[in-house]
């Protein structure tokens, strides 16, 4: 079968390293999904050959407190749930032991937003984990807690960065970005801060040397234009700063949550990560996030553009309480077999992506 001349035209650019424009982004979804993946793969291979990265880590939820109240967020609770927690010093260093054995390379941290919580309790969070396993890094806080840290302190977004990166803060994940569209924000998470504002604290930590990572959460009420804008706005972040290490575009999880929608396919998500892998030419990762995808889907993924399978986790709440249907922690071993019966060789990493010498 002879391809489209579209399809020759887009795998010209990449094989020159060029850059595509968010129209030819759109016009990508015309392809057949088979001819789309074959051109995110050949983006794949460029950067990263037949290489798949995993990290061996722990996810620390630490509220589920939360003033914001998101629409698509199963995960929030008002203080007076009976389902409602908050984990003390103690609980925190009780999880952290439960593992200690473990080689654990990475603590993912992330909460709500709880007004009780003093700018203290996170720098202590963090010292008392570095304490306990000093070689781990620690990822944690999306750019919204960092906001609302510097508001309830009256302190500069820098400022709040400073102090826990001093207390052992070494990159911060991607959420909290949801779809940067304004009008969309309104409707799905009127009281978080705005597109700019998330932007701007991203920018800030990549000028003081901490990395981040970068979100999408798809498969909602977004139009494919409000994606691609999306993906625009990093892509420029981008390019100032290079301070994004991975792009995980999130496949909405419709349970428990008053957004009711399905949530995408199999084929909507497969064209999100092939679009996102072949337009983000500067952002070097893209991850394929099991825990919200699917492990099966993922291994095809992998084919389609993403380059990182995430991690081991246990104990991940968020996406769970959303009805994710995935289990909530896989063995090293279980991973690695994921990506090596897919087709590609499974390398361990750290956060900042540096292969590490066990495999
Ligand atoms: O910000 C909330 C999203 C995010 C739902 O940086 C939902 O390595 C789907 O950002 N359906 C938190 N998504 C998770 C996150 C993340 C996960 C894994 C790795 C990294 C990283 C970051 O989860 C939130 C929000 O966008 N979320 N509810 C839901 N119903
Ligand atoms: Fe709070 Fe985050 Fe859930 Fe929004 S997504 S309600 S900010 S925990």
Same mark, same amino acid.
């Given at each position: 079968?002879?391809?489209?001349?579209?399809?020759?035209?887009?795998?010209? #650019?990449? %094989?020159? #390293?060029?850059?595509?424009?968010? #129209?030819?982004?759109?016009?990508?979804?015309?392809?057949?999904?088979?001819?789309?993946?074959?051109?995110?793969?050949?983006?794949?291979?460029?950067?990263?050959?037949?290489?798949?990265?995993?990290?061996?880590? $722990?996810?620390?939820?630490?509220?589920?407190?939360?003033?914001?109240?998101? +629409?698509?967020?199963?995960?929030?609770?008002?203080?007076?749930?009976?389902?409602?927690?908050?984990?003390? $010093?103690?609980?925190?260093?009780?999880?952290?032991?439960?593992?200690?054995?473990?080689?654990?390379?990475?603590?993912?941290?992330?909460?709500?937003?709880?007004?009780? %919580?003093?700018?203290?309790?996170?720098?202590?969070?963090?010292?008392?984990?570095?304490?306990?396993?000093?070689?781990?890094?620690?990822?944690?806080?999306?750019?919204?807690?960092?906001?609302?840290?510097?508001? +309830?302190?009256?302190?500069?977004?820098?400022?709040?960065?400073?102090?826990?990166?001093?207390?052992?803060?070494?990159?911060?994940?991607?959420?909290?970005?949801?779809?940067?569209?304004?009008?969309?924000?309104?409707?799905?998470?009127?009281? +978080?801060?705005?597109?700019?504002?998330? %932007?701007?604290?991203?920018?800030?930590?990549?000028?003081?040397?901490?990395?981040?990572?970068?979100?999408?959460?798809?498969?909602?009420?977004?139009?494919?234009?409000?994606?691609?804008?999306?993906?625009?706005?990093?892509?420029?972040?981008?390019?100032?700063?290079?301070?994004?290490?991975?792009?995980?575009?999130?496949?909405?999880?419709?349970?428990?949550?008053?957004?009711?929608?399905?949530?995408?396919?199999?084929?909507?998500?497969? $064209?999100?990560?092939?679009?996102?892998?072949?337009?983000?030419?500067?952002?070097?990762?893209?991850?394929?996030?099991?825990?919200?995808?699917?492990? #099966?889907?993922?291994?095809?993924?992998?084919?389609?553009?993403?380059?990182?399978?995430?991690?081991?986790?246990? +104990?991940?709440?968020?996406?769970?309480?959303?009805?994710?249907?995935?289990?909530?922690?896989?063995?090293?071993?279980?991973?690695?077999?994921?990506?090596?019966?897919?087709?590609?060789?499974?390398?361990?990493?750290?956060?900042?992506?540096?292969? %590490?010498?066990?495999?």
């Amino acid at each position: 079968m002879n391809n489209s001349k579209q399809f020759l035209q887009i795998k010209d #650019k990449i %094989l020159a #390293k060029q850059r595509i424009t968010s #129209k030819e982004a759109l016009s990508l979804l015309k392809l057949p999904i088979h001819e789309l993946g074959q051109l995110a793969f050949l983006k794949r291979q460029q950067l990263h050959e037949q290489k798949a990265y995993y990290i061996y880590n $722990q996810h620390l939820n630490y509220t589920n407190i939360c003033k914001n109240k998101c +629409k698509f967020c199963a995960y929030f609770k008002d203080k007076n749930n009976p389902q409602a927690y908050t984990y003390s $010093q103690q609980d925190i260093e009780n999880q952290i032991q439960q593992r200690i054995n473990e080689p654990i390379q990475e603590i993912h941290i992330v909460g709500g937003l709880n007004p009780d %919580l003093p700018l203290s309790y996170y720098e202590e969070m963090l010292m008392l984990i570095k304490k306990l396993r000093p070689e781990v890094k620690i990822k944690a806080f999306t750019a919204v807690e960092i906001a609302f840290l510097a508001e +309830k302190h009256g302190l500069s977004e820098q400022e709040v960065l400073i102090r826990l990166h001093k207390a052992g803060l070494d990159a911060l994940p991607g959420g909290g970005a949801e779809v940067f569209s304004p009008e969309l924000r309104k409707k799905l998470c009127p009281e +978080k801060i705005p597109a700019d504002h998330w %932007l701007s604290i991203h920018q800030i930590a990549h000028g003081l040397n901490i990395p981040t990572n970068c979100t999408l959460l798809f498969g909602h009420i977004e139009t494919w234009q409000e994606r691609i804008e999306h993906l625009e706005a990093l892509r420029t972040l981008q390019d100032k700063t290079k301070g994004f290490l991975c792009f995980i575009p999130l496949p909405y999880q419709p349970a428990n949550n008053p957004l009711s929608t399905t949530g995408p396919d199999g084929l909507d998500f497969l $064209q999100m990560i092939a679009i996102s892998r072949i337009f983000l030419d500067n952002i070097p990762h893209l991850k394929t996030y099991w825990v919200f995808a699917g492990l #099966k889907i993922s291994q095809i993924a992998l084919h389609f553009g993403a380059d990182d399978f995430d991690g081991t986790l246990v +104990k991940e709440n968020i996406g769970h309480a959303a009805g994710a249907d995935t289990p909530k922690g896989i063995t090293i071993t279980q991973l690695k077999n994921y990506i090596q019966t897919a087709g590609f060789i499974p390398v361990q990493r750290d956060t900042f992506f540096n292969a %590490l010498p066990t495999n």
